[in-house]
């Protein structure tokens, strides 16, 4: 598959909700998943443990990526990784649109 634009106009018109936060998948393999993420300014994803490690991307805005280390304020072009069974969260400080590579599971 080959993705020249993540973010072309197709993509960017489902991205955000008022409602709840999006989760795309664009790649499942059994040794990765790549999936686009996008929170609207204030939206949230509380702190919870994942079975998988996952570094996320940002691709634009800024956010709170919560970590048992602590709290790293994140904005475009930055890049964090969690460990598997880590606990993060997520806090969108303006509209946030991040890709996860995640472990295959």
Do not use: C
């Not at 790549?34 to 956010?63: C, M, N, R, T, W």
């Not at 969260?89 to 946030?96: D, M, R, T, V």
Request: aromatic share 8%; no cysteine.
């Amino acid at each position: 598959m080959f993705i020249e634009n993540l973010l072309d106009e197709k993509l960017r018109n489902k991205l955000f909700s008022l409602y709840k936060v999006n989760k795309n998948n664009l790649l499942k393999s059994g040794k990765f998943n790549i999936v686009i993420i996008s929170l609207d300014e204030k939206q949230k994803i509380p702190p919870h443990p994942e079975p998988y490690g996952v570094a996320f991307i940002v691709l634009e805005g800024k956010g709170i990526f919560s970590t048992k280390d602590g709290e790293f304020t994140l904005k475009k072009n930055s890049m964090i990784f969690m460990k598997a069974n880590e606990i993060r969260g997520i806090k969108a400080l303006e509209k946030l649109v991040i890709v996860g590579i995640q472990d295959g599971h």
